[in-house]
Each structure stands twice: as C-alpha cells, then as structure tokens.
Nanobody, 120 residues
C-alpha cells in the first residue's frame, strides 16, 4: 500500500523557516514525481511545488524564491524547505504522489498532512 507521512510542521513567526519531511513507501519512489500541496482553513487545496523523478522542480508563484523542494531517493524521502514564511502560508501541508496523465499533472495519492502555522 502507498504510504506518505508528512512531518515537521509547527508554529513559526513571520519571516521564519521550517523544513517539512515526507516519508514514502509502497511504490517506486525514485521514479515517481512528487508534490507538496496545502490546504488553509476554509480554502481549497492549493498546489505548492513538484519535483520529477529526474529532479526537475516547479513552484507556485506564491512560494517561488522562498520554498525549495528536494528528494533523497536512497531514503525514499521528500523535503520542503520553507523560508521567509508569511501568515498566508498557514495551512496543512501534504505530500502527494503525482503523475502526468492526459496532458496534465494529477495527484495519485495524498498522505497525512502536517500543520504549519505562521503567526506572531
């Protein structure tokens, strides 16, 4: 079974940093594209970032230049380094197995999330 467990969330002041980690199992992680998505209270799920199996990265405009996605295929682990955090980054963050199908990227599976709260 596919399992994705995100961790590393917490309370941080505006301008601060956090590093999220996602432990993956149950599929061939090294060849899978992976994404981070987030959901703020009362809002729809928002795509944040994606990394392909070859390491190519993409970012939403709202986080470009502040967040960095990376992966360690040896440990089946996905990371999201978040810097210069803003209150509007407050959300539950999820890692997700991602595929390119019918000309678009889509989420195959989304695991349990971790809450990030940016507040003074």
């Amino acid at each position: 079974d596919v399992q994705l467990q995100a961790s590393g969330g917490g309370l941080v002041q505006p301008g601060g940093s956090l590093r999220l980690t996602c432990a993956a199992s149950g599929f061939t992680f090294s060849s899978s594209a992976m994404s981070w998505v987030r959901q703020a209270p009362g809002e729809e799920v928002e795509w944040v970032s994606r990394i392909t199996g070859l390491g190519r990265t993409h970012y939403a405009d709202s986080v470009k230049g502040r967040f960095t996605i990376s992966r360690d295929n040896g440990w089946n682990t996905l990371f999201l380094e978040m810097n210069r955090l803003r209150p509007e980054d407050t959300a539950v963050y999820y890692c997700a197995k991602t595929s390119f199908l019918s000309g678009r990227w889509s989420i195959d599976y989304r695991g349990q999330g971790t809450l990030v709260t940016v507040s003074s």
